[in-house]
Structures are given as structure tokens and as C-alpha cells.
């Protein structure tokens, strides 16, 4: 785990849990929230594909017993480790609560031992997607979204099928923040808003593919609508994309395109073109066109809202362009 980058606030230990302060306030990495909990699964730095350490759980169980062991002998190991085991993984505590890296400086008095592996520089910088996502949000809003993986076992914590942080959080910084304040305002936990907004943690709504559209959508909104408003108003803007894509994209060659990540319109606008569309080089005044016809869409829609009930209709009739 490495703490993540641009950001101003320096990482300490408190008790074997990194955190970061800010100002007035505490916040913690996704990795090791808490003396409970913690994260192994970007361990060990050389893994298979799709690795998921539920499909190991009792042989696991054995090879982190064995290296905090054999880590607390008088001679601990100090080899570069080969293959798809690292003998610097284990349980942190006793108990076997918290499994994680025996050679990170939170484990060590702020020593960084990590290199002794081979992947010093590797395991330092290590930090997923949804982890960067967690890092940026404020400490209220991480202890609001933690809710939702309370009392997963670390096994469970670190699997990317099980923890449903790690599909939620990709919603992005915006989005989460919207619906955490909603949720502030309402007196609900984490748990009670999915509830109502099943799309967020919907498998099969991709929230890197649909997170643009979400925060077009809830630009300038005084709060999200209930959830089948938000969907449907999701899927026409959607729709309506499709459409302006399909009508008016001259395709991914000559000399104006550009990689859709490059063009500089924003990560998650770049997302929804490559997910969504599938479409990974375009020119950009085609990208600023897109862009725009999303925004006029997301406009009129919210703008369609039924005055006083908070919920948002849908305009009836074509989703091509001229709608």
C-alpha cells in the first residue's frame, strides 16, 4: 500500500493504521481503515490474473500463519521472493484479523523494509483505482461508505467480488460525494441508500462506463432524485449519446483523432467514450461536440422534473439527435 499521490497530507501511523490528517479532520487509507480490518489484496506484488484469495482461503490461512512465524524468529527471511508468493505477507496481529505486508513502516516503527522482496519501489506505489478514488473523498464521506463493508473478515475485505467498495467507489468522487449528502440529510446509512439506489451497486451498470452521465445529471441538482427517476433519466441520456455517436462520429482514423484518454476533456469523459461507446480515438472537435450534446441533454432532462415531487421525467419520444 502507498499513500496516494498529489496529495498535500502526510501519512502516519497510529497503531499499525496509517491515516492521514487534514486540517480538523482524520482520514484513513481504503487499505487499513482500522484496527479491524485491512486490504491484501494488491499483495503479493506478482499475481495471477483475475487473482482472487477467496479461491484460497485455507491454504492462505496456512502460508500467513507460517510467515508472521517465521517474520518474528530472531533471523527473519530477507530473500527477492519469486512466483506468486510473498513470504512478507501475513497476519499483522495475533488474533488473525488483519492480514497485510510484515515490511511496511506502520509494522515497523516507520522503517520501510519492503525492499528486502525485490518489489520495494512496486509495493510502495501500489494503490487501486478504487483505493485513489476513497483517498479523495472527505473523512465523513470514507467512515459514511466504510459502512458498507462492515464486518467483512479480511479474506472478504480484499476480494474485489466480495467488498462492494470496490465497485461502488468507482462512481468517483463526485457522485458519492452527492449521494452522501443526501443520504446525511435523510438520516440514512450507506446501507439503507443502496437500498433505494440499487444502481450503484449493480454489477452489470458499469460505474466507470456510466459515471459521467451520472454527474451530468446531478450538476447543479439540489439533490438526487429517487432512484427510478435517476435511472431512467440515466438511460435516455445514455440513449441519446448513442445516437449522436452513431449519426455523427467520422471515425477513429486521420490526422485530427486522438486518443480519447489524451485529448484532455476529462478522465471520466474519457471513460464513458472508450467503456460505454467503445470508441478509444476520436477527433477532438468531435469529443467538444459529444461533450456539449451530453450537457444539453442532461440539461433538459433535469429541467423536465416535476415541480415539487422531486422526481425527474423523462422526455417521451425520439432519442436521436434533435431530442
Known amino acids: 500500500m502507498g499513500p496516494p499521490r498529489g496529495n498535500s497530507a502526510e501519512p502516519v501511523c497510529r497503531t499499525g493504521v496509517e ?35 477467496l479461491d484460497w482461503v485455507g491454504s492462505l490461512k496456512r502460508e500467513f500463519r507460517d510467515n508472521r512465524r517465521a517474520f518474528r524468529q530472531p533471523s527473519p527471511p530477507g530473500r527477492p521472493i519469486v512466483g506468486f508468493s510473498c513470504w512478507a505477507l501475513g497476519y499483522l496481529d495475533a488474533q488473525g484479523r488483519r492480514i497485510g505486508c510484515l515490511l511496511h513502516p506502520c509494522q515497523n516503527g516507520g522503517r520501510d523494509l519492503r525492499d528486502r522482496v525485490g518489489y520495494g519501489s512496486k509495493c510502495a506505489r501500489e494503490q487501486c483505482l478504487a483505493s485513489r478514488v476513497f483517498s479523495s473523498l472527505k473523512a465523513g464521506e470514507q467512515r459514511f461508505w466504510l459502512e458498507l463493508a462492515h464486518g467483512l473478515n479480511a479474506f472478504y475485505y480484499s476480494s474485489r467480488r466480495a467488498n462492494p467498495l470496490f465497485h461502488v467507489l468507482l462512481w468517483g468522487k463526485r457522485v458519492l460525494g452527492a449521494f452522501s449528502s443526501l443520504a446525511a440529510s ?53 440513449q441519446g449519446a448513442e445516437a449522436f455517436f452513431r449519426e455523427r462520429f467520422p471515425g477513429q482514423g486521420g490526422a485530427e ?32 461536440d459529444l461533450q456539449d450534446h451530453v450537457r444539453w441533454r442532461a440539461q433538459r432532462l433535469r429541467g ?14 425520439s432519442h436521436g439527435t434533435d431530442g
Request: glycine residues 8%.
Open 304 to 317: 423536465a422534473a416535476s415541480p415539487g415531487s422531486g422526481r425527474w421525467m423523462a422526455r417521451q419520444g
Open 186 to 238: 435523510r438520516g440514512w446509512s450507506a446501507t439503507e441508500l443502496v437500498w433505494r439506489y440499487p444502481f450503484l451497486v449493480d454489477p452489470k451498470r458499469a460505474p466507470r462506463a456510466w459515471r459521467y452521465l451520472a454527474q451530468m445529471l446531478l450538476e447543479s441538482a439540489p439533490a438526487p432524485p429517487p432512484n427510478e427517476g435517476l435511472e431512467g433519466a440515466l438511460n435516455h441520456l445514455a
Open 19 to 53: 491515516v492521514m490528517t487534514t486540517g480538523q479532520d482524520v482520514k484513513v487509507f481504503l487499505c487499513a481503515p482500522d484496527s479491524e480490518r485491512s486490504c491484501f489484496g494488491c499483495c503479493p506484488p506478482i499475481r495471477p490474473a483475475h487473482y482472487d484469495p
Open 257 to 288: 483523432a486522438v486518443f480519447v484518454h489524451q485529448a484532455g476533456l476529462g478522465q471520466s469523459l474519457a471513460d464513458f467514450v472508450r467503456l460505454h461507446l467503445g470508441c478509444h480515438r476520436a477527433p477532438l472537435p468531435f469529443l467538444r
